[in-house]
């Protein structure tokens, strides 16, 4: 068999390091020209579907070199007002083994190590593909072709391969706006953080629906050392992002570059702690990115062959659960599996992995739209100020009620894959 991967992303560097340790023969292509290119954002929380999957795909000593360069694992969930007040904090659980548990790792270190050992074709835009006798054959914008017996679109929420295969299918907005950005960790940028944050996760819950997530972020080779993966530039941070309705940005925002972001950043937080618009100020305009954030619409069951999807190419989601990455990576090892298991037709085992991917793909896509979705009452001009009420009263409750803060620690890990086994 030969399998032909269109984009070098997490899920389908994944599903190439299984299909070769299985002895199939794959070719990854990437439109970017760098290993380094195309990079926004810069924590991934791994759970424990996602670590399953590494594992399952990964050659050990990869795998290996992905535990080594996590980050220190947060050790709180603090949820905090615009001043920094806390109204719930929540201890999160120690590491249970080298798979059931939650990593933090930075997304640029994720890429290089999923780089390891595995050539990809770089600078190589896809075009369109064509099949012919049980064959597909890929095209791509330098007039150059690779043919297989399979084509898996891993190229992301604009997938190209997405759109020839399933014309249909649709990303929409989902009306949130999101602003991010990176700050050195330093005695003078520790002292910032609120207790509770340090180290951990913070998340801020403030008027007109604006919410601001806090990662700190701490490498084993500590704030002076170099990661033990080439080209990886990271060193110990605090990484944020500040999210809101579309209609609180101006026009035009997601065009701005660094310093105008972090302008509009402190225009949108006047009364929020100083020490917090300090920390946004102190954010390299460089690492600033913005992004509307974009959600999948469901579609229904299509005809299986030898073109196939997985992770943002098929099912985009929101941040709200925190499990695009996982369920790209649970995606790979899935597939991994119906191509390797069994020797009945390839359309056969292509429909099975389908089947499965879009009942887990499509309901996180829903969950998640439903925690950060442009409709949420917070977004409301009127009843958004009683429903952030009401939010800050449920979680000052929590705080204060020990078998009300157990449910909810639990809650946090119900979508984590914690207790699954694909």
């Not at 991967?5 to 990437?30: N, P, S, W």
């Not at 990079?39 to 424990?48: K, M, S």
């Not at 050790?75 to 083994?97: C, K, S």
């Not at 887990?360 to 925690?371: H, I, L």
């Amino acid at each position: 068999m030969r399998v032909i991967v269109i984009g070098g992303g997490t899920g389908g560097m994944c599903l190439a390091h299984g299909l070769r340790r299985a002895g199939i023969d794959v070719q990854v292509f990437e439109r970017h020209r760098t290993r380094t290119d195309g990079l926004h954002g810069y924590r991934v929380g791994i759970d424990p579907d996602g670590s399953r999957a590494l594992k399952a795909c990964l050659p050990p000593e990869v795998y290996d070199l992905f535990r080594r360069t996590c980050a220190a694992p947060p050790e709180t969930f603090a949820f905090l007002d615009e001043r920094l007040r806390h109204t719930l904090t929540v201890p999160l659980r120690p590491p249970a083994d080298d798979v059931n548990d939650e990593k933090s790792v930075s997304r640029m270190t994720l890429r290089q190590v999923l780089y390891t050992g595995i050539e990809v074709r770089f600078g190589r835009e896809f075009t369109h593909y064509e099949q012919h006798d049980g064959a597909v054959t890929a095209h791509f914008a330098d007039g150059s072709t690779a043919t297989g017996d399979l084509l898996v679109g891993a190229d992301g929420t604009n997938s190209r391969v997405r759109a020839q295969l399933l014309p249909h299918a649709r990303v929409e907005d989902s009306g949130v706006v999101a602003i991010g950005g990176k700050v050195a960790l330093t005695e003078r940028t520790r002292a910032l953080l609120p207790e509770g944050v340090f180290p951990g996760i913070g998340l801020i819950l403030a008027p007109h629906g604006l919410a601001c997530i806090l990662h700190v972020m701490e490498f084993p080779w500590g704030p002076d050392g170099a990661s033990p993966v080439p080209d990886d530039p990271t060193r110990d941070h605090v990484n944020w992002g500040i999210s809101a309705h579309r209609d609180r940005f101006p026009a035009g925002v997601t065009g701005f570059d660094g310093p105008r972001l972090i302008e509009q950043t402190l225009a949108m937080t006047p009364r929020w702690d100083p020490g917090l618009r300090r920390l946004f100020a102190d954010t390299d305009p460089a690492s600033c990115f913005p992004i509307a954030i974009r959600t999948s619409v469901p579609v229904p069951a299509w005809p299986s062959g030898n073109v196939t999807l997985l992770g943002d190419a098929i099912h985009t989601m929101t941040p709200g659960q925190g499990v695009g990455a996982n369920t790209a990576l649970r995606d790979a090892r899935n597939l991994l599996r119906a191509l390797t298991s069994g020797d009945g037709p390839l359309p056969g085992r292509i429909e099975g992995y389908e089947r499965r991917m879009r009942d887990y793909g499509f309901a996180a896509v829903a969950a998640s739209k439903a925690r950060t979705g442009g409709d949420q009452l917070v977004h409301r001009p009127v009843i958004g100020r009683l429903a952030l009420a009401g939010q800050r009263a449920f979680l000052r409750a929590t705080d204060r009620v020990p078998a009300l803060k157990r449910k909810f620690e639990a809650s946090l890990y119900t979508t984590r894959g914690g207790d699954r086994e694909d």
